[in-house]
DNA sequence: CGCGAGCCTTGACCCAGATCAAATAAATGT
DNA sequence: ACATTTATTTGATCTGGGTCAAGGCTCGCG
């Protein structure tokens, strides 16, 4: 029966779903809210992996223990396929395998393009490339076009996003207020974006990649 | 027949193989020596987003433009298979998309751990941690131990490291000099390391994990 | 409405690693 | 061996972003 390899859960925001080193019984697909994936050290330096939307994918078929914490911004809803079962399906139909290999080939160009920017960006880089990546990726959702401006919200609190840009709150919030000071972006409150001038965000993103469709 | 879809190259330590932007023609493995992936920025920032070792795979199935330049960094052969044949083969034959996204998820989990090099490691961490990869990875071919020391060649220049490392070449070579100082590693020539204590190597690398394999 | 508890911003100062600049040391060719 | 070129080390100095330390918002709650 269905319902016995699928089911849903919700998690609240902050809670974590998953933490590195649990025994991982289901893979997982978000279906609303957002997510991260972040490696934490012994002495607490803390590194985000990777941002999941609604559709990402969760967890390896053929492993059982955890990599990462798994940590809901917002509230989450997963749907969670017990591992057994889903890798009895992974093996007897052929193209989930290929479509998993195709988002795991695009999740590893995400991560490498990451890499570019933790190793060599600039903080005011980053911080544009991240906001770029967000309104990407939340446009299909919540992004609303307002007298030529683009409008979302801001999911990740200063020190998620300092989590995730291999920087320091401090830093980050020093940044936006730059970044708001010269126009590139205006804000109300600490999560409403708006962005006047989409073209002047990517400049500042220090990007090649134009938009960022599969090159 | 075999040799239409599958033939070998060889290039020189230096040469680059691959241009980012190119149209691949080609998927490959490679046979022998080392190669880096590494993207650039317009201005000249490069960061190296992955090595790779005999065994490792280039390219994407379902993609014909190269994302990153591959450069060899010693001598390297490579066995390719020309992209539609290779694509209808692993159509065809499931094991083969099975193995490969094996492959991928290794390489995701690899990037996923060198982003939180990039983004929370100290110059020290970053060369220990590069310094164990390669010995790890470079232990089945060439490495030797004499009298209980790892003791094998470094295959990068300290350029190749710090584009690897998100550092400049000045910082790894104090770096290398300052582990070498500290008995950590002893150098013969600039490329030939011994280290007397893997261990204590593993802990300068500031690693959770210790020795790398798969958790 | 006022009180906390979280977030967020801002300022002052510091330091790890970048930059600039020589001086060596290795490789390569002749 | 010698000249040339290419790596590497090392020193001096600078700076982007970290650290430490106040305050300010904001939102929920009594």
Redesign the pocket.
Known sequence: MLDTIKYYRSFQA?QTLIWAGDRMEFVASVVTGIATLSQVMEDGRTQTVGLLFPSDFVGRPGRDLAPYDVTAVTDVMMCCFRKKPFEELLHSTPNIGQRLLEMTLDELDAAREWMLLLGRK???EKIASLLVIVAQRAASLEMRMAKGKMVFDLPL???AMADYL?????????Q??SLKRDGVIS?E???HVSVPDFDRLLEEAGDDTDGGFLG
Chains 1, 2 share one sequence.
């Open positions: 902050g600039t903080a005011r609190t200063r020190e291999g920087l320091t709150l401090e830093t980050v919030s020093r936006m207020s804000l409150g600490t999560r």
